[in-house]
């Protein structure tokens, strides 16, 4: 876990970085400026030139890879702003809303959300002779949003920063009972900025991330945590800032959890001090951590003659997210037929799901994954809807939602198609186009229709992309549901890295000139397949031999502590979870006869068994069922 200054860190890393970036953009569109226009005859035609488009999508994907955004997560208030600013580029292209000609969004729920009940929760220390500190909700405490409500009161015990590390002979939870009572430990590790600390130093070690501490706590017997800052995440008052209530949400999921104020504690501890091994009172949070610091010795104990009544109740709400499409009308007698041009535009917030980096709880921009595919749909709408004449086709632009959540919004979009299947006659996607290397980018699919290879490697042939074709290979991506339905697609992408899915992919990380050297090759690939004067003929076979794209059942899993299956954490509505019966909490050990220790084994034995019915078990309480799905792709 991050300390907040770490991100403010960050911050001020990217500006720099970030200008640097500008610097270099400036210089690429000098030279840029300077190449011969030659070759873009026969493209749509505007009155941009390559320095103003380069500059205008580098301003795109800067805004969709904000902090502003933070890692537009479906369901969340900032990927609403990111569907405001593509359906903003949407109209100020001049594409006609798709969606009953009167709105840009195709909405679908994903799935039920727990959402706190402010006026329903509370914290309250009570101490000896009736000593209370009723604690202020935002002020003083947050809970964090868990599966269930719950409604405690039990005994207060101080437990350090809960960790417990016996092949570095610190466990602070040896030799003391807190079955069934609330555990108040403190954030990070000790001796965080000693070099020669056996916790890796300066590093932070795996002690100091929250799952290890919720792992230990549960593993002793703990009712509830209670943590507060350490001196590095909130060095000064003004400092000590509280964490979201769904920051933590699927680490503490099942463990009631409250994050207060140091001065909070500092209050209880003036009352009643922790004592330190001699008879010393410790009787503030900053000298028990310079005490531990100092012997990195334990200092846990019950906190005499205190209880903690915690109450928190949270409320299920609806999920709900949007594919924006935008629709360039064609003109003549191929116009009823459709081509799809997309990529997702959703990412995974911060981090809770998906990420790589699962520890660290910042924004996962997605810089790459996928707003550089976001841009490119925008940008090629603009350059085709600016074009003299409309196209032979019609083009939908679609930017999906819930990618990451299992190709949810283009799944939806085929299965509540606005323009029919039949006639669409081709559908090209973009994901994560923003790390070309060595001038490399992939055309999955290529071969799945006749006509393609031909055209890709002609439109190629001015910008001298060093376009891989490869023979096999599918790719999961939003493309899988149109392929599916036996509907011709091309794929692009240039690699995975080592930033993907986690916080480090920023803008700065992108190379924009291949980026803009994919636009500027789709452009051109399009308008010759707009040019045919038949639709593509889908090749034999395509598809058949490739891997067929992932089933999802509409359920977002999280791995258990200790290997013991995967839990689910949200169900969408009239998602295969839902009709089966399952629910939020269960969790699940058994797919097709196959154990299930983490979620990555459901993921990977449910793409094992499309187009089957496979058997599911599940535990709910101390209940174990089963139900049967068929993995049926339509």
């Known amino acids: 876990m991050l300390t907040m200054w770490r991100l403010r860190w960050k911050s001020d890393q990217r500006q720099a970085s970030g200008l640097a970036r500008v610097l270099a953009t400036v210089v690429f569109c000098q030279i840029a400026f300077s190449i011969s226009l030659h070759g873009w005859a026969d493209q749509p035609k505007n009155d941009d030139t390559k320095e103003v488009s380069f500059a205008r999508v580098t301003s795109d994907l800067k805004t969709l890879a904000s902090d502003e955004m933070s890692g537009r997560l479906p369901g969340t208030p900032e990927i609403e702003k990111a569907a405001d600013y593509i359906i903003e580029q949407y109209k100020a292209a001049g594409l006609k809303p798709a969606v009953d000609g009167e709105s ?39 809970p964090q949003v868990a599966s269930q409500s719950y409604d405690l009161n039990a005994e207060l015990v101080f437990v350090g ?165 935008g629709v360039l009308e064609g003109e003549g007698p191929l116009a009823n037929e459709t081509i799809v041009i997309g990529g997702h535009y959703d990412h995974l917030g911060l981090g809770a799901y998906g990420s790589r980096a699962p520890n660290r709880k910042e924004v996962h921009n997605g810089a790459d994954d996928n707003a550089t595919g976001t841009v490119c749909v925008i940008e090629l709408a603009r350059r085709f809807a600016r074009a003299e004449k409309k196209p032979a086709r019609r083009l939908v632009f679609i930017c999906f939602s819930a ?42 699919s290529w071969n799945s229709a006749a006509e393609f290879g031909e055209l890709l490697d002609k439109a190629n042939e001015e910008i001298k992309i060093d376009l891989q074709k490869p023979a096999g ?116 050990v058994e797919v097709a006869g196959e154990k299930v220790t983490t979620r990555r084994d459901v993921t990977r034995l449910l793409g094992a068994n499309v187009n089957k019915k496979v058997k599911i078990k599940f535990k709910r309480g101390s209940e174990t069922q089963e139900v049967e799905i068929e993995l049926k792709i339509d």
């Open 403 to 444: 990618e990451e959540m299992g190709l949810i919004g283009a799944q939806h979009y085929v299965a509540n198609p606005l323009f029919p299947l039949e006639n669409t006659v081709a559908m090209f996607n973009y994901d994560m186009i923003g790390s070309m290397s060595d001038k490399k980018l992939t055309a999955y």
């Open 473 to 588: 290979g599918f790719g999961a991506s939003d493309h899988a549901a149109f392929q599916s339905r036996q509907i011709p697609v091309i794929f692009f992408h240039t690699g995975l890295t080592p930033t993907y899915h986690t916080p480090d992919d920023d803008f700065e990380t992108i190379n924009l000139e291949g980026m803009f050297d994919t636009i500027n090759l789709s452009e051109r690939f399009i308008a010759s397949v707009l040019a045919m004067p038949e639709r593509p003929k889908l090749a034999d076979g395509a598809g058949a031999t490739r891997r067929p794209p992932r089933v999802s059942i509409g359920a977002m899993l999280s791995s258990v502590e200790g290997g013991e299956g995967a839990q689910v954490d949200e169900v969408a509505d009239d998602s295969l979870s839902a009709k089966a019966g399952i629910k939020v909490g269960d969790i699940i």
């Open 161 to 325: 920063y809960g960790i417990k590390a016996e092949e570095l002979n610190y466990d602070e939870y040896r030799n003391l009972d807190v079955d069934g009572k609330i555990v108040v430990l403190i954030r990070q590790e000790p001796q965080q900025t000693d070099a020669n600390s056996v916790f890796d130093g300066t590093d932070v070690s795996k002690y100091a991330f929250l799952n290890a501490k919720v792992a230990a706590a549960r593993a002793a017997g703990a009712a509830a945590i209670i943590m507060v800052n350490d001196n590095q995440t909130a060095p000064a008052a003004d400092r000590d800032e509280l964490s979201p209530s769904e920051l933590f949400g699927r680490t503490v999921s099942r463990m009631p959890f409250a994050h207060i104020k140091r001065e909070t504690l500092d209050e209880l501890l003036k009352i009643t001090p922790v004592v330190k091994g001699g008879g010393e009172k410790l009787s503030s949070l900053a000298d028990i951590e310079k005490a531990i610091d100092s012997t990195l010795e334990p200092i846990s104990q019950v906190i005499d003659g205190w209880k903690a009544e915690f109450k928190s109740e949270f409320e299920r709400k609806a999920s709900l997210t949007s594919n924006i499409i």
């Open 104 to 142: 840009y969004r195709q909405t679908f729920d994903v799935g039920r959300t727990q959402e706190l009940v402010k006026d329903k929760s509370k914290l309250v220390l009570v101490g000896p002779k009736g000593k209370k500190l009723e604690l202020k909700i935002d002020e003083q405490f947050i």
